[in-house]
């Protein structure tokens, strides 16, 4: 007795440690955040769902084995095994070793059940406080809020369910002969091999009874399954569209009401049955359901859709192809688009360039990719800083509207020399990133680098972009705890050949101030330094979940969040911005999107919350955006102390909320299809839109959505857009563009410019065509590639001007490394492209020979504009050579050869097109002989022109 009390007195004790060890770090980390009563919230909900659906299991199973214990006779088994040798000898296990095992099995089965339910925890929450959609669905008439919320609670409870009770038919079935299979499992293993007669079973009379009863409970719970299965139709691809179809509404739904009829009357005999078994009339009832199934929920469907509905299949699907069509719409939020003409003007002058000064004075000129490269060789400064991503936004600078890129300077301990990759270093002394780049998006030096108005450690700037707290505490590259408030000091940048420290003034962090706490996030980290370390001090905290995507994860794991948060200067202070989304994937008649939202499908999607992240103190505030989103309000019913009103956000930080890219990339995909409101043109896919293509260095890919600053036709004032073009399916002309606005109060409203289908318009890849075709500028791009650099085509805008289109590609070059490894014998020969080197660019003598040797330079910028292509070593010189008249060919392109390597180069290039052309006079291909002849011409002639300029 008493040992039983030390052992389960000892359980307890484990169990409670295990509640403190995992609960306790998590609510203090919750507390410090001011989230305490989401922690609990989530916590009890979780618990609470995993105990009740623990206690129906247990309830189950206890009932149905205290009424087999009940029916089972003492003086013999219920069932029992009959062998022509008689009963074969017992197994070395006692009665009370397999009651223990039994057991056993119950509780771990009972235990996995409840800890996989429990995860559904937000689910049963979502149900108990829903909120309407305030619109129905067009087959039942419910509101879309009972698919969303209810019906996947009733699905959940009714597997439950159903799982419960045949778990408890197996467990009873068990339980009855648990004596049996003792018996049947030592023959196997005393036959060693030898021939064992197959054991006959005889079911008595009160066994018989229980389990028909058990089945009729089963056939009851699969009554409600066909109950909803009825509403699932909605969610049917059996049609030409997603949703239920001809077939499904007027033949399924009908069929599953005849099964429900049938298994309630099945059950209802079951039941009867387990007073009186009549088993020949159970058995004939179980043939009858079988074949009521096989007819009716799969031949007469079949045979329906194959005579009926195929040979008319438009005729009768178009009412359903259009709810699809509308409640598709409405799920994405395509339904708000609004659809505007857009002639395409071929005229398009100087003048009306000026008109439109602020769209062309922010131009991208510079492509994410080669820009992250530079910055992490011109600002990382020293080995352990990098630069995660580059982000777009706009500021005010100097009473002007700038689009620029900027990218924060995180702090990467993985990075730190071997020597000094101490613990003390990771984790007291290197706690922070420093500052970030920031440049405008077409400036660009003469050296082809960009024009930093945040730069440097510490960080220079420009007035209207004041940084007084650049530390980064919280980033997107922050994987590791670190503490701070010791008593060593923490490195904040270097200076010169030293370093400068500081000591954190803020209040992020948990306070790791007694014994008991140092144990606990000793054992949380697994890591016995935090206990035993010296450095600590009363004040000292301990910062964990810095990851901007796990620190918001962890606080509203119900919510998905966009992939790309980005950087904001505001006031002095440097935040992050991450978009969150409320999604579904049980609207009704909506097409689930092909594009995956964290590797999940989803049917239904609102960006309907702006999360802000506290750089320095790692504060979050959760912003409505979309307060009228039935999913964000029902969340915020739920947890009412996590979410604000939009209003409350500060106006400084207003200025900077942009369109997510992740979620336009969605309704890009669906819109491309679901553009066709049409029935007859969506049935026969007769308009199906794509999204083009583009080259980026040597490779072709699709099209990324961009950031433009633009102002839109009938509009007064720019305003920050997200954009992507449209082409026609299996083409490569420009179709359409789709536009989302960012700035309030226009936030999220959704434009569609559609362009004339009579008139050809150069699509992205016709350009890239039309610029490989262009001989000057073909010539030039492979003269660059030759020796010594690796030509860059970056990613290729199209820009809405007025009422016409211009589009820009920048051309980057990139020193290869073979090039500036020079023997030491040698003298160092500077590369033309390198000139920042030679001018003493802030490139880090730290940063390995892999990081130095790559280092973007922008050298051209191509512009092309209705039937005319030019490339210039300016975006404005482009634009003039593209919009002026009266300008000459030669004028048109123009060589503009590097002045170090032109004329060397362009005699190579001389002598490789004349030995071509002695190769296709041998060959006697007097068509090939013929252009090479003029290739040569054309690099006579710059050898000649780069001369005369020479002298």
């Not at 597997?159 to 068990?174: D, K, P, Q, Y």
């Not at 005999?269 to 009549?278: A, D, G, I, Q, V």
């Not at 004040?539 to 979940?545: A, G, P, V």
């Amino acid at each position: 007795m008493y040992k039983k009390l030390i052992i389960g007195f000892g359980l307890f004790i484990l169990i409670l440690l295990w509640l403190v060890v995992s609960i306790y770090p998590d609510w203090l980390w919750f507390k410090n955040l001011t989230f305490s009563p989401v922690f609990w919230k989530m916590l009890l909900s979780k618990f609470g769902l995993g105990l009740v659906v623990w206690l129906v299991f247990i309830l189950i199973i206890s009932i149905n084995l205290y009424v087999a214990k009940r029916l089972r006779p003492r003086n013999g088994p219920e069932i029992t095994f009959k062998a022509d040798g008689g009963y074969l000898s017992q197994l070395g296990l006692s009665g009370k070793t397999m009651n223990l095992l039994f057991i056993a099995v119950i509780l771990v089965i009972s235990f996995l059940i409840a800890s996989k339910s429990s995860y559904q925890w937000d689910m049963v929450l979502r149900y108990l406080y829903q909120q309407p959609f305030g619109n129905t669905d067009p087959i039942f008439n419910r509101d879309i809020g009972f698919y969303v919320f209810s019906l996947p609670f009733y699905v959940f409870v009714q597997n439950g369910l159903l799982t419960f009770f045949i778990l408890a038919g197996l467990l009873t079935v068990w339980w009855y002969l648990k004596d049996e299979i003792t018996q049947v499992i030592t023959g196997f293993i005393q036959a060693q091999g030898a021939p064992i007669s197959v054991p006959k079973i005889t079911i008595a009379l009160k066994a018989k009874k229980h389990l028909i009863f058990l089945g009729g409970t089963i056939v009851l719970l699969l009554a409600w399954g066909y109950d909803l299965k009825i509403y699932k139709l909605l969610y049917s691809t059996q049609g030409p569209a997603f949703g239920a179809s001809y077939t499904d509404v007027h033949i399924k739904i009908l069929a599953f009401k005849v099964l429900i009829f049938v298994s309630l009357g099945m059950a209802v005999l079951f039941f009867l049955n387990s007073f009186k078994p009549r088993m020949k009339v159970i058995w004939i009832s179980g043939g009858i359901w079988i074949g009521a199934v096989l007819l009716f929920a799969n031949i007469l469907p079949i045979v329906v859709q194959k005579l009926v509905v195929k040979p008319n299949e438009l005729a009768k699907e178009s009412p359903y192809i259009d709810y699809n069509i509308d409640y598709t719409r409405r799920a994405y939020n395509l339904n708000r688009i609004k659809e505007v003409d857009f002639p395409v003007s071929d005229k398009l002058t100087m003048e009306d360039i000026k008109k439109h000064d602020v769209t062309i004075q922010n131009i991208r000129i510079w492509d994410e990719r080669p820009l992250l490269q530079t910055y992490r060789q011109i600002q990382s400064i020293r080995l352990y800083y990098d630069f995660n991503n580059v982000d777009v936004d706009r500021y005010l600078i100097n009473k002007q509207l700038r689009q620029v890129m900027l990218s924060a300077r995180e702090l990467v301990v993985n990075q730190l020399p071997p020597q000094a990759n101490t613990w003390v270093n990771r984790h007291l002394v290197y706690t922070h990133g420093h500052g970030l780049a920031l440049s405008p998006v077409n400036e660009v030096t003469s050296e082809g680098l960009p024009i930093l108005l945040i730069k440097d450690l510490p960080p220079s700037f420009e007035p209207d972009l004041k940084v007084e707290r650049p530390e980064i505490y919280y980033g997107e590259k922050t994987d590791q705890y670190v503490l701070v408030k010791t008593k060593t000091k923490e490195f904040d940048y270097p200076k010169g050949d030293k370093n400068v420290y500081t000591i954190y003034q803020g209040r992020g962090g948990v306070h790791i101030k007694s014994f008991f706490r140092r144990l606990l996030f000793a054992i949380e980290f697994m890591d016995s330094q935090i206990l035993f370390t010296t450095y600590l001090s009363p004040e000292s905290r301990i910062m964990y979940n810095r990851r901007i995507d796990s620190r918001v994860g962890s606080i509203a794991p119900f919510l998905d969040y966009d992939g790309d948060p980005y950087l904001v200067v505001s006031e002095g202070k440097l935040y992050w911005i991450q978009d969150a989304y409320t999604t579904s994937n049980m609207y009704p008649y909506s097409r689930r999107s092909s594009k995956y939202l964290k590797n999940r499908k989803l049917n239904y999607i609102r960006n309907s919350v702006k999360v802000i992240i506290d750089a320095y103190n790692g504060d979050v505030s959760f912003y409505m955006i979309d307060e009228k989103d039935p999913i964000v309000k029902t969340y915020s019913g739920i947890f009412p102390d996590l979410f604000k009103p939009f209003d409350e956000m500060p106006a400084g930080l207003k200025k900077h909320i942009r369109y997510p890219k992740d979620l336009f990339k969605i309704q890009v995909d669906i819109y491309r299809t679901y553009h066709m409101e049409d029935v007859q043109v969506f049935y026969n896919q007769e308009d199906l839109w794509q999204t083009p293509d583009e080259l980026y260095g040597d490779s072709r890919q699709e099209m990324e959505p961009y950031y433009i600053i633009i102002k839109l036709p009938g509009d007064d004032k720019e305003e920050f857009f997200l954009m992507l073009p449209f082409t026609p399916s299996k083409k490569d002309n420009m179709i359409a563009w789709l536009a989302a606005r960012s700035d309030m109060p226009n936030y999220g409203n959704l434009l569609v410019y559609k362009l004339p289908k009579e008139k050809l318009i150069y699509g992205p890849m016709q350009i890239e065509a039309r610029v490989d075709q262009q001989t000057d500028i073909s010539r030039e791009l492979s003269l660059w590639g030759q020796r010594g650099s690796r030509v860059i085509r970056g990613n290729l805008l199209a820009i809405p001007v007025g009422d016409s289109f211009i589009y820009v590609e920048p051309v980057y070059l990139e020193a290869k490394q073979e090039e500036l490894e020079v023997p030491s014998t040698a003298s160092p020969k500077p590369s033309p492209f390198r000139k920042s080197q030679r001018r003493g660019a802030p490139v880090s003598p730290a940063l390995d020979k892999s990081r130095s040797a790559s280092l973007p330079e922008l050298k051209r910028v191509i512009v092309a504009f209705s039937n005319r292509l030019i490339m210039e070593e300016t975006l404005d010189k482009a634009l003039r050579g593209v919009l002026e008249e009266g300008i000459s060919p030669e004028e048109v392109v123009s060589p503009l050869i590097p002045k170090t390597l032109d004329v060397y180069n362009l005699g190579g290039l001389a002598l490789e097109h004349y030995n071509k052309a002695k190769d296709y006079l041998l060959q006697g291909n007097w068509a090939e002989y013929g252009k090479e002849l003029e290739n040569l011409e054309k690099v006579l002639k710059d050898i000649a022109r780069i001369t005369k300029e020479k002298k």
